[in-house]
Protein backbone atom coordinates (compact mmCIF):
# COMPACT_ATOMS: atom_id res chain seq x y z
CA UNK A 1 0.00 0.00 0.00
CA UNK A 2 1.24 3.58 -0.73
CA UNK A 3 0.89 5.94 1.25
CA UNK A 4 1.38 9.62 1.70
CA UNK A 5 1.67 12.02 4.38
CA UNK A 6 1.57 15.95 4.62
CA UNK A 7 0.74 18.48 7.27
CA UNK A 8 -1.17 21.19 7.01
CA UNK A 9 -0.42 24.95 8.34
CA UNK A 10 -1.93 24.40 11.58
CA UNK A 11 0.40 21.05 12.12
CA UNK A 12 -2.41 18.12 11.29
CA UNK A 13 -0.61 15.14 9.76
CA UNK A 14 -2.93 13.88 7.09
CA UNK A 15 -2.79 10.68 4.99
CA UNK A 16 -3.08 10.34 1.57
CA UNK A 17 -3.61 6.97 0.01
CA UNK A 18 -4.79 5.46 -3.13
CA UNK A 19 -8.86 4.81 -3.43
CA UNK A 20 -8.39 1.07 -3.59
CA UNK A 21 -6.50 0.98 -0.07
CA UNK A 22 -9.17 3.49 1.23
CA UNK A 23 -11.76 1.12 0.34
CA UNK A 24 -9.76 -2.26 1.37
CA UNK A 25 -9.41 -0.56 4.98
CA UNK A 26 -13.36 0.37 5.14
CA UNK A 27 -14.28 -3.16 3.88
CA UNK A 28 -12.10 -4.91 6.90
CA UNK A 29 -13.56 -2.21 9.31
CA UNK A 30 -17.34 -3.90 8.44
CA UNK A 31 -18.38 -0.91 5.61
CA UNK A 32 -20.42 -2.94 3.40
CA UNK A 33 -20.48 -0.20 0.35
CA UNK A 34 -16.65 -0.15 0.63
CA UNK A 35 -16.76 -3.90 0.52
CA UNK A 36 -18.83 -4.19 -2.75
CA UNK A 37 -16.35 -1.48 -4.24
CA UNK A 38 -13.83 -3.18 -3.70
CA UNK A 39 -15.48 -6.69 -4.59
CA UNK A 40 -16.65 -5.40 -8.09
CA UNK A 41 -13.02 -3.88 -8.84
CA UNK A 42 -11.97 -7.41 -7.69
CA UNK A 43 -13.92 -8.99 -10.42
CA UNK A 44 -13.25 -6.34 -12.82
CA UNK A 45 -9.61 -7.45 -12.88
CA UNK A 46 -10.11 -10.77 -12.66
CA UNK A 47 -12.45 -11.19 -15.58
CA UNK A 48 -10.28 -8.89 -17.95
CA UNK A 49 -7.14 -11.18 -16.92
CA UNK A 50 -9.03 -14.11 -18.27
CA UNK A 51 -10.06 -12.22 -21.09
CA UNK A 52 -6.52 -11.18 -21.94
CA UNK A 53 -5.53 -14.97 -21.70
CA UNK A 54 -4.02 -15.04 -18.09
CA UNK A 55 -4.02 -18.50 -16.18
CA UNK A 56 -6.10 -16.81 -13.15
CA UNK A 57 -5.34 -19.07 -10.18
CA UNK A 58 -7.82 -20.17 -7.08
CA UNK A 59 -7.86 -18.11 -3.96
CA UNK A 60 -5.79 -19.58 -1.11
CA UNK A 61 -8.33 -20.40 0.99
CA UNK A 62 -10.39 -22.18 -1.71
CA UNK A 63 -7.17 -24.31 -2.40
CA UNK A 64 -6.60 -25.09 1.72
CA UNK A 65 -10.32 -26.37 1.99
CA UNK A 66 -9.97 -28.41 -0.89
CA UNK A 67 -6.33 -30.28 0.02
CA UNK A 68 -7.57 -30.57 3.34
CA UNK A 69 -10.58 -32.66 1.55
CA UNK A 70 -13.45 -29.94 1.92
CA UNK A 71 -15.85 -29.95 -0.79
CA UNK A 72 -15.11 -27.09 -3.09
CA UNK A 73 -18.43 -25.90 -2.60
CA UNK A 74 -18.51 -26.19 1.17
CA UNK A 75 -15.76 -24.40 1.23
CA UNK A 76 -17.02 -21.72 -0.69
CA UNK A 77 -20.02 -21.75 1.26
CA UNK A 78 -17.87 -21.05 4.66
CA UNK A 79 -16.16 -18.69 3.32
CA UNK A 80 -19.26 -16.57 2.12
CA UNK A 81 -20.20 -16.44 6.26
CA UNK A 82 -23.33 -18.70 5.11
CA UNK A 83 -24.75 -21.93 6.94
CA UNK A 84 -26.72 -24.80 4.87
CA UNK A 85 -30.14 -23.14 5.52
CA UNK A 86 -29.00 -19.19 4.77
CA UNK A 87 -27.94 -20.41 1.59
CA UNK A 88 -30.66 -23.13 0.57
CA UNK A 89 -33.11 -19.71 1.76
CA UNK A 90 -31.04 -17.32 -1.01
CA UNK A 91 -30.81 -19.85 -3.14
CA UNK A 92 -34.41 -21.26 -2.85
CA UNK A 93 -33.75 -25.43 -2.85
CA UNK A 94 -33.93 -27.15 0.62
CA UNK A 95 -30.50 -27.65 3.06
CA UNK A 96 -30.79 -31.44 1.86
CA UNK A 97 -29.97 -30.27 -2.05
CA UNK A 98 -27.36 -28.60 -1.22
CA UNK A 99 -25.96 -31.60 1.48
CA UNK A 100 -26.16 -33.77 -1.36
CA UNK A 101 -24.30 -31.12 -3.88
CA UNK A 102 -21.71 -31.15 -0.99
CA UNK A 103 -21.82 -34.56 -0.48
CA UNK A 104 -21.64 -35.56 -4.66
CA UNK A 105 -24.73 -37.10 -4.42
CA UNK A 106 -26.42 -34.82 -6.60
CA UNK A 107 -24.84 -32.56 -9.83
CA UNK A 108 -27.12 -29.68 -9.36
CA UNK A 109 -28.18 -27.16 -12.29
CA UNK A 110 -25.87 -24.63 -13.91
CA UNK A 111 -28.63 -22.02 -13.39
CA UNK A 112 -28.88 -23.37 -9.36
CA UNK A 113 -25.10 -23.04 -9.39
CA UNK A 114 -24.59 -19.84 -10.80
CA UNK A 115 -27.34 -18.89 -8.32
CA UNK A 116 -24.91 -20.70 -5.24
CA UNK A 117 -21.99 -18.97 -7.06
CA UNK A 118 -23.56 -15.08 -6.78
CA UNK A 119 -25.28 -16.17 -3.09
CA UNK A 120 -21.59 -16.96 -2.02
CA UNK A 121 -20.09 -13.54 -4.24
CA UNK A 122 -17.78 -15.19 -5.67
CA UNK A 123 -17.89 -16.17 -10.08
CA UNK A 124 -19.65 -18.69 -11.62
CA UNK A 125 -16.88 -19.98 -12.90
CA UNK A 126 -15.19 -21.38 -10.05
CA UNK A 127 -18.10 -23.25 -9.30
CA UNK A 128 -19.05 -24.47 -13.20
CA UNK A 129 -15.66 -25.78 -13.73
CA UNK A 130 -15.81 -29.37 -15.17
CA UNK A 131 -12.96 -30.11 -13.47
CA UNK A 132 -13.33 -29.16 -10.30
CA UNK A 133 -15.89 -31.14 -8.53
CA UNK A 134 -18.25 -29.46 -6.44
CA UNK A 135 -18.16 -32.83 -3.85
CA UNK A 136 -15.40 -33.69 -1.91
CA UNK A 137 -12.90 -36.38 -3.80
CA UNK A 138 -14.74 -40.10 -3.23
CA UNK A 139 -11.82 -42.62 -2.44
CA UNK A 140 -12.24 -45.73 -3.56
CA UNK A 141 -12.23 -48.33 -1.11
CA UNK A 142 -9.36 -51.05 -0.66
CA UNK A 143 -11.51 -53.32 -2.25
CA UNK A 144 -12.02 -51.39 -5.55
CA UNK A 145 -8.67 -50.46 -6.32
Do not use: F
Amino acid sequence: MSVQSIVTDGGEELVILSRRAYDALLARAGDEDAEDRMTARLAEEHLAAQAAGAVVYAPDWLTAAVLAGESLLAATRRQAGLNLDDLAAKVGVSPEVLTAMEAGSHDGSPALIAAIAQACGVDAALLQDQNAPLARPRRRSARTR
